[in-house]
């Protein structure tokens, strides 16, 4: 039997994801083994459980993994030979997926023999989706939410016969409400048809609701919270669409559904928001005091302007650049990667650490892959820390270069240098900010002063004080790892 390397193909893509190590076995027994009609040439067709792979002239060869198959159909007509259509996921290009297909001709019998045994084996691909709550917000961006789902979602998941629960939500916070009581037994994952505010708003009922199932005191900072065990899987139709754009390397809203259909998650970093005692919201994308949060503020003060008004804020910032500076200090603990233990006390074998300025701003940016901004050839599992930036007053074009690469890119890596003054990062697992001498809270100084940009919303804090907890993996995401060379390799 040929192997993966051997043979040139168009379905080699998703090779490296069936075992717990990423890879696919070559030395499992054939399950099945016929003499099929593909594309009008007799080719020898064999099944293992992880692949199914068509013999044939060289460029007819292919081998499909199981797990990438989407659908399979068998149409039985009298007198004539039966045809079997697979539909599997492949890469097309750098980083999109799209749907392939190979058509197989043989006695009814036989077909029907092979889309039993397939799907069979599709029901035992790990973390396979067979039921799923898909949550629609038809306010976000352009408002065509429901027209994305039924046009480009809905029908990628009838063909992968996954059942669907759909809720349409009514107004702004009826997802993080509805999802605060939503019993989820039987769903195997969440999907958003939304932006980012509409995966806020998931996340933090999710997350309320788990805590509260679990007697879990939330507004502790010191606590340990118990992740969401249901992945969340974003299909981009909102005005900001980062976390999607981050998992799935684009804006497309079939490649975010093909990619859930392959049922793949990654762990993703949280933080808890805490003030007065009180815990105000969980941060699944970005957390920014200063500058950033000015930003958000400057936006939602021209909501008159629709979807410009964040044109209009950007444009402000960056071309008047009025930056506040505020005397700050920062106390932090930081990240000192694997070699701490979890525990709930893991905490205390660090020590705090503290830096103060003027500064003009905190953010932070809890991601799944924080670690590799430090060293990208470590693995984001060994460390479970997330970055903060510090920034200093910036020149117009530092801002921008901050916020374009920082922000909009998440390609930090490319600013960390020996001339990069203006910003300092700091790997920590929690931080905490208390602003000295703050401004009359009446004055626009002092709201900017008490409120933060969190997941491109605002958040009020109640005060100048506030503190940040990294929980990680504390959310999981659908994603798709694609392969980096033609060797196949993630």
């Known amino acids: 039997m040929a192997t993966a390397l051997e043979v040139p193909s168009k379905g080699t893509d998703f090779l490296k994801m069936s075992q717990s190590d990423g890879t696919v076995s070559h030395e499992a ?93 599709i029901k035992l691909v790990p973390h396979r989706p067979q039921r799923l709550l898909v949550i629609v917000n038809p306010e976000s961006g352009k408002r065509n939410g429901l027209q994305i789902y039924k046009s480009k979602v809905e029908p990628v998941f009838k063909l992968a016969r996954i059942e669907t629960e759909v809720v349409v939500t009514e107004r702004a916070g009826h997802a993080e409400d509805m999802m605060s009581s939503k019993d989820l037994a039987g769903i195997d994952g969440l999907v958003l048809i939304g932006g980012d505010g509409t995966f806020h708003e998931v996340a933090n009922g999710a997350l309320r609701k788990i805590q509260n199932d679990y007697g879990i005191n939330p507004d502790n900072p010191d606590s340990v919270l118990k992740p969401l065990e249901i992945p969340i899987g974003m299909i981009p139709a909102g005005t900001g669409n980062g976390i999607a754009m981050q998992v799935f390397d684009s804006f497309d809203p079939e490649v975010a559904a093909l990619a859930i259909v392959l049922g793949q998650r990654q762990p993703h970093s949280t933080f808890s928001v805490h003030a007065n005692g009180k815990l105000l919201k969980y941060s699944i994308l970005v957390l920014g005091y200063g500058w950033l949060g000015d930003l958000i503020y400057n936006a939602e003060t021209r909501r008159n302007l629709g979807r410009a008004r964040y044109v209009y804020a950007l444009l402000n910032t960056f071309i008047w650049n009025n930056q506040r500076l505020m005397d700050l200090e920062i106390d932090y603990l930081p990240e000192t990667g694997p070699d701490v233990k979890d525990s709930e006390n893991k905490d205390e074998i660090k020590e705090w650490q503290k830096i103060e300025g003027r500064f003009s701003g905190v953010h932070t940016s809890a991601q799944q892959n924080n670690q590799d901004i430090i060293d990208p050839k470590i693995h984001h599992s060994k460390h479970k820390g997330a970055v903060i930036a510090v920034t200093k007053q910036m020149s117009r074009t530092q801002l921008i270069s901050l916020f374009y690469k920082a922000i909009y890119k998440n390609q930090i890596p490319e600013l960390i240098g020996p001339d990069i003054n203006f910003v300092k990062f700091l790997v920590v697992s929690r931080y905490r900010v208390h602003l000295k001498s703050p401004s009359n809270p009446g004055t626009k100084d002092g709201i900017l002063e008490r409120l933060k940009n969190c997941d491109g919303e605002i958040l009020q804090l109640g005060g100048t004080e506030f503190e940040a907890r990294c929980h990680p993996g504390l959310v999981q995401l659908y994603h798709c790892i694609l392969p980096s060379d033609e060797k196949g390799t993630s």
């Open 29 to 121: 027994a054939t399950i099945l083994e016929d003499v099929l009609e593909v594309e009008k040439t007799k080719c020898k067709i064999e099944l293992t459980k992880e692949i199914l792979t068509v013999h044939g002239k060289k460029k007819q060869c292919r081998i499909i993994p199981v797990a990438s198959i989407l659908s399979t159909v068998c149409n039985d007509k009298a007198n004539i030979k039966s045809k079997l259509t697979v539909q599997y996921i492949h890469r097309a290009g750098k980083s999109h997926l799209k749907v392939a297909s190979v058509i197989l001709k043989g006695d009814t019998s036989v077909c029907n023999e092979w889309e039993t045994k397939l799907q069979e084996y």
